[in-house]
């Protein structure tokens, strides 16, 4: 897959001040429990849709990236707690919780998977800390890049058989 690079001088300077004041790790957490979606290999490697979009963000970006795994039940604890930094596992953006967390741009809109046997109350996004509004702005400027340069819909098709593009107009 190649990946388009637009740089724009607020968006590389953002991510300047971000990536200088924020020289660690980004820590992910998620689950590894759902295919296609978040799975390890044989090898104890995470695959699926949402690694494949953890690769993008974090290269957009030009975050150093790693996984944290928790159980379901635990990931917005986990988040408040420090554990990792954001959270990519399928997290809907509903108004229960947003009452805990902060979410980046959907990068799957509402009703999605309806096609595959599984629909979204509400759209996906990256569930992230509201005490670090630097790290949500890289997050949502990769998005954005991503979503216009083709990348995700192309890795949805890849992931999820036939979905093509017109995913993001379903009721």
């Given at each position: 897959?190649?990946?388009?690079?637009?740089?724009a001088t607020a968006l590389?300077?953002?991510?300047?001040?971000?990536?200088?004041?924020?020289?660690?790790?980004?820590?992910?957490?998620?689950?590894?429990?759902?295919?296609?979606?978040?799975?390890l290999?044989?090898e104890g490697?995470m695959?699926?849709f949402?690694?494949g979009?953890?690769?993008?963000?974090?290269?957009?970006?030009?975050?150093?990236?790693?996984?944290?795994l928790?159980p379901q039940?635990?990931?917005?604890?986990n988040?408040?707690?420090?554990?990792?930094?954001i959270?990519?596992?399928?997290?809907?953006?509903?108004?229960?919780n947003?009452?805990?967390?902060d979410?980046?741009?959907?990068?799957?809109?509402?009703?999605?998977?309806?096609?595959?046997g599984?629909?979204?109350?509400?759209?996906v996004?990256?569930?992230?800390s509201?005490?670090?509004?630097?790290?949500?702005?890289?997050?949502?400027?990769?998005?954005?890049?991503?979503?216009?340069?083709?990348?995700?819909?192309t890795l949805?098709?890849?992931?999820?058989e036939?979905?093509?593009?017109e995913?993001?107009?379903?009721?």
């Amino acid at each position: 897959m190649i990946l388009k690079n637009v740089t724009a001088t607020a968006l590389a300077a953002s991510l300047t001040m971000f990536t200088s004041a924020h020289a660690e790790v980004i820590r992910i957490g998620s689950i590894a429990e759902y295919q296609p979606y978040n799975y390890l290999d044989d090898e104890g490697e995470m695959q699926g849709f949402e690694a494949g979009l953890a690769s993008l963000i974090c290269l957009q970006a030009s975050l150093n990236c790693e996984w944290v795994l928790s159980p379901q039940e635990d990931l917005i604890g986990n988040l408040q707690a420090g554990n990792f930094d954001i959270i990519i596992s399928a997290m809907e953006i509903s108004a229960e919780n947003q009452l805990y967390i902060d979410f980046s741009e959907e990068y799957l809109p509402l009703g999605t998977i309806s096609t595959l046997g599984v629909t979204l109350a509400d759209p996906v996004g990256i569930g992230i800390s509201s005490s670090n509004p630097a790290l949500l702005a890289s997050l949502n400027a990769a998005l954005a890049t991503i979503k216009s340069d083709g990348s995700l819909d192309t890795l949805v098709s890849a992931w999820f058989e036939g979905l093509d593009p017109e995913y993001r107009n379903l009721p």
